[in-house]
């Protein structure tokens, strides 16, 4: 008594409108960034064949981009993090396998020398930066500094402090001397990366 009645048919809409929000809602909650890292969405794998298909198409594209870079003499630089059986060898191999290694060079270098070790740390990576009508590719960089080496006990937080103060002045140096920088982290989700590392495991050779 003294409320305003409800009709039978505008509960039914307001029922059908609640569901509806509520399955917005939902989509949203599980497209969003946060869901995504805990409950990746599962991708169809494509079929070997689809694949080489896909793999040939870049490669040209790749081989376009190569002579592009001999013909206006850019310098390119490309970085590749990422946690072991990421995917990083594996991406660098596919990119140098049909291009020319005077242009795209490989560049993965060995533990430091005891000379290197007393340089500044950027020293021993600036040689290998690229000249005009060459890309050059790192299998990990100086990045080192502030991911394996930390974690592994090979420098201190205050080196890793002063690493980070530092390279963005290097990086934009590199940038401001006409060298186009490419950063790319690669990473797979818990599941994928422990099945990658059992099958090395089993087998040293993949």
Request: proline share 5%; glycine share 6%; with cysteine.
């Amino acid at each position: 008594p003294g409320g305003r009645a409800v009709s039978k048919k505008h509960k039914k809409h307001k029922k059908h409108d609640d569901k509806h929000t509520t399955s917005q809602l939902s989509e949203a909650v599980k497209s969003s960034p946060q869901a995504a890292d805990t409950e990746p969405a599962a991708r169809p794998k494509l079929k070997r064949k689809e694949y080489e298909r896909e793999m040939r198409v870049l490669q040209g594209e790749l081989v376009a981009m190569q002579e592009w870079v001999k013909t206006t003499g850019a310098k390119v630089c490309l970085v590749f993090e990422g946690m072991d059986s990421a995917g990083k060898g594996g991406t660098i191999r596919r990119m140098t396998e049909r291009t020319s290694p005077r242009v795209f060079k490989h560049i993965a270098l060995p533990t430091p020398t005891e000379r290197e070790k007393s340089q500044m740390y950027i020293q021993r990576y600036i040689a290998h930066f690229p000249s005009a009508g060459e890309v050059a590719i790192f299998d990990r960089s100086w990045y080192n500094k502030a991911g394996v080496e930390p974690v592994m006990g090979y420098c201190s937080q205050a080196d890793t402090d002063k690493f980070l103060r530092m390279i963005p002045l290097v990086e934009k140096a590199m940038v401001d001397n006409e060298i186009i920088l490419l950063k790319y982290w690669l990473n797979v989700s818990v599941a994928e990366h422990t099945r990658r590392l059992h099958n090395l495991i089993e087998d040293p050779r993949k």
